[in-house]
T-cell receptor, first 112, second 115 residues
């Protein structure tokens, strides 16, 4: 079983749609959680951290369910510029970047 | 935020040769990391480059194949030695966003194709 598993995708949605991605992780002791965004042929960039209480950043909402060991990302009112691969990232050791474990990513294409 | 540059941005190499990838950061950082991202795959950590000491390699990666240098707090190199087509990948360096944090800035990557 992979340490971090994501929806396989690809997701093709029309502009303005709401889309949700899920991610599960195997290490119940994981400490911190993130969503990164990777545009085609570009490097990954941090989109947002995921907190136990859930957090929102504009059109993006991230949630964490420790009991079920999954993380979600919700994108509302999708824009063409949201087209990218979204990487779920889990860290079993808070405060150390070395242990980051990356999911294989979910590809999103927002269609006009 | 840190600005990271990598050289070369891409290369096509013959099997059996070696390629050295450079990573330059615009500020001093304690930890630098080297990742590999194979086609259609996610990122896999190769090693952590420590200034003034040997790099720390992850399981499945060895120094003979991926020697790393870290001469100062702003620069590191990764060499892919004795390349084979299986080494075709994107190689990315990254740095911590802040001391003791667990988020990272990534360099733009080096796209390597081995024929």
């Amino acid at each position: 079983r992979k340490e971090v598993e994501q929806d396989p995708g690809p997701f093709n949605v029309p502009e303005g749609a709401t889309v949700a991605f899920n991610c599960t992780y195997s290490n119940s002791a994981s400490q911190s959680f993130f969503w990164y965004r990777q545009d085609c042929r570009k490097e990954p960039k941090l989109l947002m951290s995921v907190y136990s209480s859930g957090n929102e950043d504009g059109r993006f909402t991230a949630q964490l369910n420790r009991a079920s060991q999954y993380i979600s990302l919700l994108i509302r009112d999708s824009k063409l510029s949201d087209s990218a691969t979204y990487l779920c990232v889990v860290n079993p050791l808070s405060g150390s970047a070395r242990q980051l474990t990356f999911g294989s990513g979910t590809q999103l294409t927002v269609l006009p | 935020s840190a600005v990271i540059s990598q050289k070369p941005s891409r290369d096509i190499c013959q099997r059996g040769t070696s390629l050295t990838i450079q990573c330059q950061v615009d500020s001093q950082v304690t930890m630098m990391f080297w990742y590999r991202q194979q086609p259609g795959q996610s990122l896999t950590l190769i090693a952590t480059a420590n200034q003034g000491s040997e790099a720390t390699y992850e399981s499945g990666f060895v120094i003979d194949k991926f020697p790393i240098s870290r001469p100062n707090l702003t620069f590191s190199t990764l060499t892919v030695s004795n390349m084979s087509p299986e080494d075709s990948s994107i190689y990315l360096c990254s740095v911590e966003r802040g001391t003791g944090t667990d988020t990272q800035y990534f360099g733009p990557g080096t796209r390597l194709t081995v024929l």
